[in-house]
């Protein structure tokens, strides 16, 4: 068996003719999007491609096109069509993400709120979302409203981040539903695109669009270790973003919970002792104390834990797809979620 790296680094797409076939559905998708984040004004396509061209992983397009392969026309154009889209879906959330965490690097480039300033940001998120829209219409109604709900999802992921954790409410379930809403929801969305694209059966299609809530979701939670555990060399991101902005995540909630010293000292540099609500860190030292904590705390472990939780439900959820280089690649990107590192 041959080993084709991928942009998704090490992913072993197996055999060769089943690895070609992949990477030319990804290449496909770059130029689709390059071309349709081109605008009449000079300056609007140079935001607007910026991300894109920065660099990323292209996981969402990845998964979109590997759950493709378990339909009968896995080469079918429509299906590079809705791989580009939940891209362009995905790059406009990171434009208008980075303006709300104020964000300063991205994919290991200035983010577009840093080099252009919040207005020219936020108009390149719309432009994109702009130009997703144009693009799914062309798959039809039923896609078009799929690509609208998911992005309802997002929002309000955003927002319930935004917000925060109510009083008297189970932050972990808080947490857990804010990572389904504002990342799983668009992964899960991928796969279903993917596999209906492809024209796979409905058991399918359902099929995907479940392992992309359970990637989807473990993806999540593998940036939030990603924030405390990443230099940004590896990650192309600040760490500590989340800290900063007073979310706290997974690691940082389980930490919390604790009873030892290190929950102690997290407790009295990241809870308001007043309101008991999240104290956003705005002095550098602050959040280098933070991540020294975490980085050995047992809400570290504890959260690596659950992420190895979400593999295993992964894998079984894969065992009942057809046995083939499809599904091979699948419980790759599903290893690779738990265990990367940028
Ligand atoms: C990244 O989370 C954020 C998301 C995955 C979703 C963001 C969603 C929106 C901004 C909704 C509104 C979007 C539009 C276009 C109206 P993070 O900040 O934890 O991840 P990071 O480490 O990559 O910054
Ligand atoms: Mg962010
Ligand atoms: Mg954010």
């Known amino acids: 068996v041959h080993h084709v790296k991928s942009t998704i680094a090490g992913l072993n797409l197996g055999s060769d003719e089943f690895s070609l076939a992949v990477k030319s559905s990804l290449a496909q998708v770059e130029d689709l999007l390059l071309t349709e984040l081109g605008s009449g004004d000079d300056l609007l396509t140079e935001a607007a491609t910026h991300l894109a061209k920065a660099g990323g992983k292209r996981f969402r397009p990845m998964f979109a096109i590997l759950a493709a392969q378990f339909g009968p026309r ?96 189970d932050p972990i379930e808080h947490y857990l539903k804010v990572v389904w809403e504002k990342t799983g929801s668009l992964i899960s969305a991928s796969g279903r695109f993917g596999a209906m694209t492809s024209q796979a059966d409905p058991e399918t299609i359902e099929r995907l669009a479940r392992l992309g809530d359970v990637i989807g979701t473990a993806f999540q939670v593998s940036d939030d270790i990603i924030d405390i555990a990443s230099v940004t060399d590896d990650s192309g991101k600040t760490p500590g973003t989340d800290l900063r902005e007073g979310v706290h995540t997974l690691p940082v909630l389980l930490a919390l919970a604790d009873h030892d010293d290190t929950a102690t000292e997290l407790r009295a540099l990241l809870v308001d002792a007043r309101t008991g609500k999240p104290r956003p860190l705005t002095e550098d030292a602050e959040v280098e104390r933070a991540l020294v904590l975490l980085r050995s705390s047992a809400g570290m472990v504890a959260a690596h834990e659950r992420l190895r939780g979400y593999l295993r439900a992964a894998q079984d959820d894969l065992a009942h797809l057809p046995a083939g280089p499809g599904r091979d690649a699948l419980s790759d990107l599903a290893e690779y979620t738990i265990e990367r590192t940028g």
């Open 74 to 169: 896995p080469d079918a154009p429509e299906v590079i069509t809705a791989a580009t889209v939940v891209e362009m879906i995905h790059l406009a959330t990171l434009y208008h993400d980075d303006v709300m965490d104020e964000a300063p690097v991205r994919r290991g480039a200035p983010s577009a709120n840093s080099r252009w300033g919040n207005s020219v940001a936020i108009l390149s998120g719309d432009f994109l979302f702009a130009r997703a829209s144009r693009l799914v219409s062309t798959l039809g109604p039923e896609s078009v409203l799929i690509i609208a709900d998911t992005f309802a999802e997002l929002v309000t992921g955003q927002m319930r981040e935004t917000v925060g954790v109510t009083a008297g409410k």
